[in-house]
């Protein structure tokens, strides 16, 4: 036998291994949907049909947004798989985002593993008692943004997550290795839509409980949803201490790279006088005006570390006054004059009790005020 034959007979024999492992997979597939057909007709009152393969297809496609789209990604594979020619280099080479409007210049690394500039984030990074829950319910508002209150600094324990293995050489050196640290090459921004789906996972979209599901009421609207949260913790680490500028430079470029098509909207409170008297009247305790001011810095810079494309700044001692400052930010966000607000919410305001809600639905809504798509 020649050379030539052997890898011939090679090359046969691992198409032949692909193909019959993609049919084996498909086999395995609906094997186990149904067996899960199975089991669950033997509950009482349960009918499930055994599927067919346009139903394998469905299922694929159920839960497209908190695994960070991966019903494209099937389907790319499915597109990809007879071609596998294509150097990592090409594959992992950045494209343009889909939402040039959202997000104009992110740097989106599309491979079948993640798109990570498919989903839209805001986030409302703000200093404490500067009306941020205000605002953050405000934006709730808009069509087609889903906004959520705070989360313990749930993007600094990515931040960390991400730094604990990324920043590790042994990590590194088991870059294609089967090593005690070995793991097959991971292409630029593959982390985003895990680290996308965390925040996804804890402000999910309203469901409906039907008799034998609960479900979206609207899943291809939920994929174009623009998914939100504040945080008054940005500046400090996960033990609630303040972080160094160095810190927060790369928690910027974090979150530059793992949430893309992000617009961050920084909300301090210039009156700090006020801002004082707030933290007493939330019984916060005292707190000196000028660490006050210097967090309000913090802000500021931290705002042009994103950058005017991504990252607009919002003071509260002003838009509390006037509504239509708060206007041109939702216009910045690329909304219509039709989505401008008329009046303010109060959430979470200080009173003598405490915390208190005053206003908390607005009494109009422009029907030609569109979701941005
Ligand atoms: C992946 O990211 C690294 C570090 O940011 C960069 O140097 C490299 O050029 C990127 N690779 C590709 C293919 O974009
Ligand atoms: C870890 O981070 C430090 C500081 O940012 C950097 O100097 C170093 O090169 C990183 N190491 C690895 C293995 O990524
Ligand atoms: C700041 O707040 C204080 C106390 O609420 C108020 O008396 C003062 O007028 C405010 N300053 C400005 C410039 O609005």
Redesign the pocket.
């Known amino acids: 036998m020649t050379n030539g034959d052997s890898s011939l007979r090679q090359h046969r024999g691992d198409t032949i291994t692909s193909s019959r492992n993609t049919r084996l997979h498909t086999l395995i597939t609906r094997l186990q949907i149904l067996l899960l057909g199975i089991l669950l007709g033997a509950l009482p009152g349960l009918y499930v049909g055994i599927p067919s393969s346009t139903d394998i297809a469905d299922t694929q496609q159920t839960h497209p947004e908190l695994d960070c789209d991966h019903n494209h990604a099937l389907q790319l594979d499915t597109a990809s798989s007879s071609s596998s020619a294509g150097s990592q280099q090409e594959q992992e080479s950045t494209v343009k985002t889909k939402h040039p409007d959202w997000c104009p210049t992110a740097q989106c690394t599309d491979t079948d593993l993640c798109h990570p500039c498919q989903r839209r984030f805001l986030i409302v990074i703000a200093t404490p008692r500067s009306a941020s829950t205000t605002l953050t319910w405000m934006l709730d508002e808009l069509p087609g943004i889903r906004m959520a209150g705070e989360n313990n600094n749930m993007l600094t324990f990515i931040f960390n997550a991400n730094k604990a293995v990324f920043n590790h050489s042994s990590f590194h050196r088991g870059n294609e290795e089967r090593t005690s640290w070995g793991h097959n090459h991971i292409p630029n921004q593959t982390f985003a839509c895990a680290a996308q789906a965390m925040i996804q996972a804890i402000n999910p979209p309203e469901l409906l409980l039907t008799t034998d599901r609960i479900h979206l009421a609207d899943k291809l609207q939920e994929q174009s949803t623009i998914v939100g949260f504040k945080t008054i913790r940005f500046e400090r680490g996960v033990d609630g201490k303040p972080q160094t500028e160095q810190e927060w430079l790369e928690k910027v470029e974090f979150v530059k790279e793992n949430f893309p098509c992000s617009r961050i909207l920084v909300n301090i409170n210039s009156?700090v006088?006020?801002q004082s008297?707030s933290f007493k009247a939330a019984k916060w305790g005292t707190i000196s005006e000028n660490s006050l001011r210097n967090r309000m810095l913090k802000l500021k810079r931290i705002a042009e570390l994103f950058g005017p494309e991504r990252a607009y700044l919002l003071d509260s001692?002003e838009w509390t006054?006037n509504v239509e400052i708060l206007n041109a930010a939702v216009s910045w966000l690329g909304f219509d004059r039709a989505c401008h607000f008329r009046e303010l919410l109060q959430f979470n305001t200080a009173g003598a009790k405490g915390f208190t809600h005053s206003k908390t639905k607005l009494d109009y809504h422009s029907p030609r005020c569109k979701r941005l798509e």
């Open positions: 009156n006088t006020r008297e001692a006054k």
